[in-house]
């Protein structure tokens, strides 16, 4: 039997969909399972890059097919480029996939399972959909594919007709969070198809570092600051609007707020801002990319805003260093889109021993375990004032803030550690050849 994975990216690639799978098939076939990859020959941030077509890395045989490289600036550039990979991957499955063999269908690009789905009829293997998000609800709820015309309803209507049948007729689909299995439940995928198995953080490569002993911490400028991070993608899943509030209200003190000590400090333009609790200024580091991104670095420029810091994703080498740095994290999910994707970057925080300020809903995915766990605090989204308040009663107490991280961490190595993620896939993977239960 092997384990065929189907997604768009994966090892060298950098991206959040290509790390979870890399990690998961490395494992796997340490442990001895014959694992095939089916991805592209590119990079997520280097289109242009060409990838060998066929090589064996670590274990894992990797089948790299042509597409197209029109990039991401354009929606019809996008479709093309996932329309060919697509079909590259569909005639590479055929010529892969035996009877009984899994294949492992991610979500990048989206509906890869209506592909994938009658393949694995066509060749007698099973199916099983990895779900990082679920389309078109998630283009829906942010807007994108052409809004609420009449042509994308059409369009989305028949994409969601074609996904409920792929997953109703998958042999498991993982969803990553509760609220996304209760999704799946709700469009009539029987509850015996459905296994929850989180995203995760390697435990051992990420491990909380004193933050006073931080190399990045002098690179980067940041001795004696209280930093607030945010490390990962900032897109259009997620609010910057309540951070950029925050932040203006802590540099020009909100009523809400109340009045704290403050300290000048010199900004990196030469600037003086007031800021800060006591004799540690506040700083506010970003650590990523995304289409957010970019406007919050627009946005706090025009509002002069100097208590920003901004740095480029970072190699899985500097993870503990840089997630580390921060004495606290923000995590952002829109409302809206609650049980469609879970921010995934929790993990790695939680890993690192910090606490985390979630912005969003409650009763939500992250919300809840930051509750459950007592590892953090969660402030709704456009509540400005609400985040500052959180910022600063962090920052005033240490104790609860130490309190928090070693909850985190506690939690994570519970039930976010890669170590589990890879003997929870292997048990579900092991059921469904078997034609058991995923769960068991």
């Not at 990048?108 to 998000?133: K, T």
């Not at 309803?153 to 007709?161: K, P």
């Not at 004193?210 to 609010?239: E, T």
């Not at 300290?263 to 506040?282: K, Q, W």
Request: aromatic share 6%.
């Amino acid at each position: 039997m092997k384990l065929i994975f189907i997604n768009r990216y994966f090892y060298p690639d950098h991206s959040a969909t290509s790390q979870m799978l890399s990690d998961l098939a490395f494992a796997l076939a340490a442990k001895d399972e014959e694992v095939v990859v089916i991805t592209s020959r590119q990079l997520y941030e280097s289109q242009g890059e060409h990838l060998p077509s066929a090589e064996s890395i670590n274990g894992v045989r990797v089948v790299r097919v042509w597409t197209s490289r029109f990039g991401r600036a354009n929606l019809i550039g996008r479709a093309v480029d996932y329309l060919t990979f697509y079909l590259s991957a569909g005639v590479a499955v055929m010529r892969a996939a035996n009877r009984g063999d899994i294949v492992i269908a991610k979500t990048d690009p989206p509906m890869l399972s209506v592909i994938a789905h009658p393949m694995c009829r066509l060749r007698g293997a099973l199916l099983v959909n990895w779900l990082q998000d679920l389309f078109p609800e998630v283009a829906e709820a942010v807007g994108g594919g052409g809004g609420g015309s009449r042509l994308s309803r059409i369009l989305h209507g028949a994409f969601r007709a074609l996904r409920n049948r792929s997953l109703k007729g998958a042999a498991m689909n993982v969803a990553i969070g509760e609220g996304m299995a209760e999704r799946l439940r709700l469009l009539g995928v029987a509850p015996a198809r459905v296994c929850v198995i989180p995203n995760w953080a390697d435990g051992d490569l990420i491990r909380p570092v004193d933050g006073v002993g931080n190399v990045l911490r002098k690179q980067w400028g940041l001795d004696g600051a209280f930093v607030v991070g945010y490390s990962g993608n900032l897109g259009r899943a997620h609010d910057h609007a309540t951070i950029v509030e925050a932040m203006s209200c802590l540099e020009k003190p909100c009523a809400a707020v109340g009045t704290a000590t403050s300290s000048r400090v010199e900004s990196r333009d030469g600037s003086a801002a007031e800021r800060g609790i006591g004799d540690r200024p506040i700083v506010w580091l970003f650590v990523g990319g995304g289409a957010g991104f970019e406007a919050l670095r627009r946005e706090t420029a025009q509002r002069h805003l100097s208590s920003v810091v901004f740095k480029p994703y970072q190699p899985r080498s500097n993870l503990a260093a840089s997630l580390g740095l921060a004495d606290v994290h923000l995590v952002s999910l829109r409302p809206e889109l609650e049980g469609l994707v879970v921010p995934s970057k929790y993990y790695g925080i939680a890993a690192a021993g910090r606490p985390a300020i979630f912005i969003g809903a409650a009763e939500g995915e992250i919300g809840r375990a930051l509750a459950c766990s007592e590892a953090g605090l969660t402030v709704p989204q456009g509540d400005a004032a609400a985040l500052a308040g959180a910022v600063m009663a962090l920052a005033k107490h240490p104790e609860r803030r130490r309190h928090m991280g070693a909850n985190a961490r506690l939690a994570f190595e519970r039930a976010f550690d890669k170590r589990r993620a890879v003997e929870r896939w292997q048990t579900a993977l092991r059921n469904v050849a078997r034609g058991a239960s995923p769960s068991g």
